[in-house]
């Protein structure tokens, strides 16, 4: 089984809707994140997480919401979903306390937004 | 702007062949990782490189650092078809805001 999941894999939505991604992990890693993947711009951090208790903002974060459930879940939502947040979305994970360490990713979830 | 820049944009070689990618940076960092990601997946860590070292050796992998030049190359020998894939830099840099900043990829096609 994949250590670090995402759910779905695929989201077709509307303008205005209210999505949310989850992301669950099964290697007893404190730090999570979220990535976005848009073609020629590489991976762009939304949110991360240190543990349950700590959530900060990533250098792309308008327009986004996340929630650290426990240890192993960590949730982005899009409030109010807009075309340009169509893109590859990724939820990483990593063990130690730096951000040298490697980091685990899930399989992706690609979001159209119409 | 990114950090890491990788060139070339796309590589296509032989089965067999070697792969040279580059990755520059701008700012001065703690160390640098290679990922690669298979199309429509996620990435996997490849090789980590320490500011403080100038070579690293992974099966068929080769990493370089020169921070002089801000600059680092993944070198791919012997290239199988299954290498096919995009490869990214990221780097951990000094004295900036918390984050990993990856490059924007190279693209590797390896023809059988």
């Known amino acids: 089984d994949a250590d670090v999941t995402q759910t779905p894999r695929n989201r077709i939505t509307k303008t205005g809707k209210r999505i949310m991604l989850e992301c669950s992990q099964t290697?007893?890693?404190?730090?999570m994140y979220w990535y976005r993947q848009d073609p020629g711009l590489g991976l762009r951090l939304i949110y991360y997480?240190?543990?349950?208790?700590?959530?900060n903002k990533g250098e792309i974060s308008d327009g986004y919401s996340v929630s650290r459930q426990a240890q192993a879940k960590f949730s982005l939502s899009l409030e109010s979903a807009i075309p340009n947040q169509t893109a590859l979305y990724f939820c990483?994970?990593?063990?130690?306390?730096?951000?040298?360490?490697?980091?685990?990713f899930g399989p992706g979830t690609r979001l159209t937004v119409l | 702007s990114q950090q890491g820049e990788e060139d070339p944009q796309a590589l296509s070689i032989q089965e067999g062949e070697n792969a040279t990618m580059n990755c520059s940076y701008k700012?001065?960092?703690?160390?640098l990782q290679w990922y690669r990601q298979n199309s429509g997946r996620g990435l996997v860590h490849l090789i980590l490189i320490r500011s403080n070292e100038r070579e690293k050796h992974s099966g068929r992998l080769r990493v370089t650092l020169d921070t002089s030049k801000k600059s680092s190359s993944l070198l791919i020998t012997a290239s199988r078809a299954a290498d096919t894939a995009s490869y990214f830099c990221a780097t951990d840099a000094l004295r900036v805001t918390d984050k990993l900043i990856f490059g924007t990829g190279t693209r590797l096609q390896v023809f059988p």
């Open positions: 290697k007893g890693h404190d730090r």
């Open positions: 700012t001065s960092i703690n160390n």
């Open positions: 990483a994970t990593s063990e130690g306390t730096g951000w040298s360490d490697t980091q685990y």
């Open positions: 997480s240190f543990d349950v208790k700590d959530i």
